[in-house]
DNA sequence: AATACCGGTAACCTGTAGGTTACTACAAAT
DNA sequence: ATTTGTAGTAACCTACAGGTTACCGGTATT
């Protein structure tokens, strides 16, 4: 969990999915994380083999993210947990939780 | 995943699995946790409703800890995310890491 | 030459997860 | 009376994940 954990690593992960992202399109699905946070997750997500990089040379620069062969692998167990997340088990917790 | 993350939360839960455990084996299983960060972790595993505290009126004092039915659905969740770390692409990343 | 687009980096700050060490409360056994 | 076993709590500390705000560097358009 050290590897995929974190409050922005799954979840970018997930947003990434089979497609291929730009820089700007990832901060627009996550309008919540800034440009360094994204900056340093991607890093670390690319360090850690989970996602690659791909810089086009163009003009406006363009770099997309996609995952990696490790980075689809994991991918089945994000959905498990989603899905547990979505059981009703989970779901009373996160009611407790709230109130 | 802020349900069952942290640093000891998902290997408490891996301990008990389906038994009944005591304060001071569970202490005994993982030496590398310290009294009072065993004692936060249960309970708010307990408040979460993971888990189950069952105080034994016996001298000396006794407590089993076991899983709630919460607790055991998360249990498959955890299998998974367990292999995935014992998979090929994931003890890549780890050894990396530890370079 | 100024402005806009894109993908970042620099410098700085803060809350809290997790840790250390020592102490406590209760009952039973010696 | 004091020691033992068990299950904690009190007081304190600290590294670092994550955050904020402002700025940078290259290119193309106006």
New binding site residues.
Partial sequence: MSIF?????PIILNCIGESSL????L?QLMP??????L?????ELETLGLIE?K?FKE???????SLSDSGKSLMPVLHEIASWGNSNQAKKIVTEMVK
């Avoid at 919540?32 to 946070?37: C, E, G, M, T």
């Avoid at 900056?39 to 890093?43: D, G, Q, T």
């Fill in positions: 954990g974190g409050k922005w690593k730009r820089f700007g399109k901060n919540a994380i800034s440009n360094k946070v900056s340093n997750e991607l890093k990089r810089e003009s406006p620069q363009r770099v997309e993210y």
